[in-house]
DNA sequence: AAACGGGAAGAGTTT
DNA sequence: CTTCCCGTTT
């Protein structure tokens, strides 16, 4: 390791320094990763530390496995026994071992946002209020804000103070005991917890303090109070902290996240010292310029300046589109454009970054037409499509039988005759015997009130749910969910519903089997002859972010949020939306001008993502709600200076990218002049279906894919169609549904096949 | 018990 | 425009 030629003198100095409490001042670009994994390798090769010493806290799962695999480059295998995972993740690590000092079972499970939601929402109707007048979410959102101030339900309900504090007060402590009764976790839990754990048990807090001799935090700007006092618990004075942050890129304060704990660093640990890492190796002169002119406008920052010794690369280019659809038609015939020009550009070297996930679907619209090929990230995931969560579910009750929001998901699915009725009479059973919901429904033979026959139902299934649980004491967990299917029928109801739709969910469950044997399967290559938990893959679900699963080698335009932009890098990028309202958002206008201050680190951090390029869009007409309306192009186009741009109106070709057999038209006269735009004026109303912003040529399908439609009236029985990937097939039956046409098919590949005429790739050969 | 339809409400970012 | 919830029907 050759740490002089590999990094700058600054970055030497943080790796090096092992006397202080280091905080890396780490501009975006500046090498922070590097810095983090050479101190790391530097610790265990010269400095003789067992990576079993060695905490590192990332931002996501992908950045913690990215990290230990880096390591184990420098360093060898034994980087394998390095602690490296997210805050959350860390804290489930360590409350699996010590959770029962709270009286929990070391099997719990996690809750996400959707189930601690809806755990809530029952809370609130048992306290008597109405789901009407007391929303979930704002409930949800108060408890979280609280927990994540260190405050439980008492501290809470002791500051209550307004009308709706008061009445959460009241919702709260009824929360915290569902959750313990089901011996569940919400997410701010395993932080409020772990820190409650530390700071309530010294021989504990000494047994880490003494294990974790390095301790080191990434993105230390967006730790909230909770995460910080985690960290100082840790510290006991002799082991060592290094944390590395960007005040101009905290994005999460409205998650709780607190620039002061980068500010009270000194405070907070012992014999500090600050490094700052300037120069950025990632940006051009131009992107970096713009970058930091843009970020200049903010008030409230440490003071500091990223420069590069790179080119001056291209200028930035801005584009004011018509509307939505013209901005991602824009962004469409860039990429083509770029990639047709430089061999060695592909559709991986671009990223389209928006506000809102909502505004990836023109984008989707574009792309599909002009097939170009994305994947998105965000909006509905794998993990949220109903199949995979009733399984999910399943696994959960097996689990931990405890699980009341899991058990009822799935008690009736598939239905097998216990309905609304026979809960209620449970429900009731267990409120008037002051048992729970779970425990009034394991002994359900007690509850008169439920029909014999119903009863008898009941136990069937519970007898499933304990034969899954002894069936996966000698099978793996892959085993036990194709056993489930077959005790369940879960898969033999979709295939006799025989719709795309629930075939649709077959092929996605399918694959659900497979990212179970992958779990699996990576498990016992790190630990030998280790299986892998019930539990522990529960936990490894709930806590994955959907960029954890990026995969940077497959061909595809990446689409995304600003937020999950974070961290990553690409050569070109597009940032759309650029208007007022938008971005910055309206939210962020009405409260104070620290909102807007993070908009605008939120921008700085997707311009400083860029290396040779950046678009920055926005269109004048916008649709929400279904209603168009107009947008001022935002104030963070007008606060970068205008010799870094490049204006793309200029070149007015590009407003025609079609030429003029496409169906493309402005359908509107435009509303602000600019450039030379009579042209637009020019032109007439032919087709504008497609275009008019109402999408009815498209639908999101249950994968949560966007399909386009086409017309789908001439397909008849006995035609031959060719298929993007089964070849060709005939036509043996064609049903219409409301709007669309199923066609039953049977291809010489794959045999019989349900498809949807207007959203399959198929084409009429004969 | 499930399927259907009307009507109201709703999209800011996420571990 | 979309989604979700609730009441009605089969």
Redo the contacts with the bound molecule.
Sequence with gaps: MELEKELNTQQLKAVLNNENSLLIFAGAGSGKTRVLTYKIAYLIKEKGFDPFEILAIT???KAASEMKKRVIELVGKVGQYMWVS????FCARLLRKEISRFGYNEKFIIY??AESLKLI?KCITDTGYD??TV?S?SVQ?VI?TSKNKLMNHESFSKKAFDPFEKIVARIFPLYQNELFKANALD??DL?FLTVKLLKNNPDVKEKYQNQFKYILVDEFQDTNLVQNELIVLLHDGSNKIFVVGDDDQS??S??GAEVSNIINFDKNFSNTKIIKLEQNYRSTKFILDAANKLIKNNFSRSKKELWTQSHEGELISKFRAQNEQEEAKFAAKKIKDMIESNSDKSFRDFAIFY?????S?AIEEIFIRESIPYRI????KFYDRKEIKDMLAYLKVISNPKDVISLTRII?V??????????SHIEKFSRNNDITFCEAFYGIERINTVNPS?RKKIRDFIDILDELRDYLDNHTIEETIQQLWEKTSYIKELVI?NTIESLNRVDNLKEFLTVVKEFEENRSLIQENNKLSLHDFLQEIS??????NYDENADTVTL?????AKGLEFPVVFIVGLEEGIF?????MT?GSD?VE??RR?CYVGITRAKEKVFLTSSILH?????QRERLISRFIGEIPEELFIDENENISLLYPYGKDDNYVANRKPVFQFGNNERYSGQKNINTDEFS????N???SSDGSLKKKKDFLDFKVGDVVEHKLWGSGEILRTKKS?DDLELDVVFKSVGLKKILASIAPIKKIK
């Design positions: 931002f996501t799962n997210t805050f959350h993740s996400n946002s929402s789901l009407k929303s979410k959102e979280s997410f701010d932080l994005i999460y409205w998650r506000r809102t996930n909502a505004q679907r990230f965000g909006g509905l009736n598939p239905t097998r005759g216990i309905g609304n009725t026979t809960i119903t519903e806590l994955v972010s959907e960029v954890d995304m949020t600003l937020h999950n910055p958002h309206v939210r962020s409260g909102d993070e908009e939120l649709y929400i709600y279904g209603d912003g109402k999408s009815k498209f639908k999101r409301s």
